[in-house]
Each structure stands twice: as C-alpha cells, then as structure tokens.
C-alpha cells in the first residue's frame, strides 16, 4: 500500500523543478486527491495530464500564493473539489539576487512575498482543517540560503524565516497532531540554478559531498518521507540536503 493512501495532498510551485518531482512522487504512492498550485497554469496542467491522464486524481490551478485573497480563493476551489488537505508542501520560490545597495523594492518585495508571505497565505488555508480533523503533514521549503550568501539579503531573510514559521507552527499545532518541518536544500538541479555562472557552480560542487547538485527526485523522496506517517516524531525541525560546509 502505497504511504499517501487515503490522502488528500497540495503541493504548490507544482509545474515543475522539486514541485513536480513530489507530485510524481506522491502518485507513485497512492496518494487519494492532488492539487497542484502554480502561477503558471499551463505548465502546472501539463504536469497534471502526463501524471494523471483520466484526471481522476489530480487537478490543477493557478494562483498566486505571494497574494492572500487569491490563495484563498484557490483553497476554497480545491476544498469544493476534495473536501479537505491533509499535506500541503509549500515548494513556490524564487531568487532576485543583487546586492542589497542595488536591490529594488521590487526584488525585495516579490522575494519576501513568494517565498516567506506564502507560508502564512497558505497555512492559514489548511491550519483550522487540519486542527479540526486531528491529522496534517505541512512541509516547508526553505533553504540553505538562510543562512546568508552574497547577493541574498532577500532570499536569506525570506528563507530563515520559513524556519522561524515553521518551528512556530509546529508548536501550535503539535498538539492536534499536525506536523510542520521544512527542508534546506543547497542546490537541487532546477530552473532555480541555471542562473549561476557555469564557474561558480563549478566552485560550489566541488565542495558538496558528490560533486554535483541534488536531482529533484531525491528532494521529493525527503518531501515524501516529512509527509507521510514515517515521519509522525519528527515536528518542527528542518532537514538539510546537504549542506557543503559540513563536509569540508
Ligand atoms: N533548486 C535549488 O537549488 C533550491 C535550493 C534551495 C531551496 N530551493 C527551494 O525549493 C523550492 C522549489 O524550487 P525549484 O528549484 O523547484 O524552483 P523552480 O524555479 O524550478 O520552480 C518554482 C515554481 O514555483 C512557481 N512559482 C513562482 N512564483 C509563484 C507564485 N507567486 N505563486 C505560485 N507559484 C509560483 C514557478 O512557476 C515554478 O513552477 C523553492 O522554494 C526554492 O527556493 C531550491
């Protein structure tokens, strides 16, 4: 049996990169009803079609998760279609990276809106259903980003406070049996690191443990792991895939 039977799961930035990767991962196990969110709603219905043809299990909507209105909007369309979220994965981000003395309050704002003002937009969703009903499986995508890097004062910030949110909600919720963890990835083989300067990227592989980026596929297996009953002891922490500076 596969561990999401029975699960009603949402996942957003789900039109490709890790957010896909968990969507083919979540089918692979069993899992009852999936919303996949995306801003970009040809992707994300694409993404939908090749996983599940019949369109049984899987529906697709577009949002804006940096938007509150319009991510409620969407979670009451998805609540209309399933009836209730047990897991949500939070994967929506992206990067403007420039040095804070250059950054515009565009790049500080849009990055700080997806990537942190989601969180709330879309827990606060999910949080009262998932209290009432005793049982949710919330995993965060965060970064190793938080820790600060060059041209990330927006990132960084954005990303430490998934991990502030999240140890916040996992204690809140902890005790009606709702699980909150998030994840730091240092690079996972996406859209979001083509931007690199091909030697930069070269630089920063050399020091990962195996010489290369994680492939999405191994970030859905940890999504997969925070989102099922494997992981029922684990609340409020943050898993690092992999982090460089352990391994010098
Ligand atoms: N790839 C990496 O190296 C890496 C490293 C650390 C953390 N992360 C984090 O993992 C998560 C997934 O990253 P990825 O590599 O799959 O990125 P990606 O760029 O491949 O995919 C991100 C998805 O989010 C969607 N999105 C962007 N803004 C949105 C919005 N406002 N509303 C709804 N959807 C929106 C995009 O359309 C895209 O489909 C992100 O939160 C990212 O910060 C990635």
């Known amino acids: 049996m596969g561990k999401l039977k029975g699960r009603i799961a949402a996942i957003t930035g789900a039109a490709q ?17 999936l919303a996949l ?7 994300v219905k694409a993404v939908a079609a090749e996983l599940d043809p019949s369109g049984k299990t899987i529906k697709a909507y577009k949002c804006d998760v940096s938007d509150f209105d319009d991510t409620e909007r969407c979670f ?8 209730r979220v047990d897991v949500l994965v939070n994967s929506a981000g992206i990067t403007r990276d420039r040095t804070l003395c250059k950054m515009s309050k565009e790049e500080w704002y849009s990055v700080i809106g997806v990537d942190l003002n989601s969180m709330f937009n ?3 969703q999910v949080c ?38 999240t140890r916040s909600l996992a204690k809140e919720l902890a005790k009606h049996n709702v699980s909150v963890n998030a994840i730091c990835p240092a ?12 030697e930069l990227l070269a630089q920063k592989m050399a020091a990962f443990p195996k010489k290369r980026p994680a492939k999405p596929e191994e970030l859905a ?28």
């Open 17 to 33: 990169g890790i957010g896909a990767a968990a969507a083919k991962r979540f089918m692979a196990e069993d899992v009852e009803g």
């Open 37 to 43: 969110i995306d801003m970009n709603l040809e992707k």
């Open 76 to 83: 009451n369309e998805i609540f209309a279609d399933f009836g």
């Open 122 to 124: 879309t827990c606060r």
């Open 128 to 165: 009262p259903g998932m209290k009432e009903r005793e049982y949710g499986k919330i995993v965060n995508m965060s970064s190793i980003g938080y820790l600060g890097g060059h041209g990330q004062t927006n990132y960084a910030a954005a990303k430490a406070g998934v991990l502030g949110f």
């Open 187 to 198: 690079a996972v083989d996406t859209d979001m690191i083509k931007g690199i300067a091909p």
């Open 221 to 248: 297996s940890i999504i997969l792991f925070l989102a099922c009953e494997d992981s029922d002891f684990i609340n409020g922490e943050k898993i690092v895939v992999t982090d460089s500076r352990m391994c010098s």
